[in-house]
């Protein structure tokens, strides 16, 4: 497979924003379209970070991820794809 076809098939994670999710009172995390790295300090997110990406992809959520005060919160992921089926399947 060349490098072209096997971009085109990609879906590719640009932003995730956080609102009210666990500690996370409203923070946006951008991502490149290469090679991401999440590091830090235990204690510091990275792992509420994965669990709001299991949100996003269809993971039953619960009450407690909300921020202890807020009456919500919200988890938004924003993708690039020049794929037509992948953009079809996610405008369906």
Known sequence: MNKKSSKKNRLILTQLRLQNFA?????EVSFSPDFNVI????????SLILDALELIFGARA????????????SIEAVFKSD??????????
């Open 23 to 27: 500690t996370f009172i409203q923070e």
């Open 39 to 46: 590091v830090g300090e235990t204690g510091s997110g990275k």
């Open 62 to 73: 619960d009450k407690k991820s909300i921020r202890k005060g807020a009456e919500f919160a």
């Open 83 to 92: 794929d037509p089926d992948i953009k079809q399947h996610l405008n369906d």
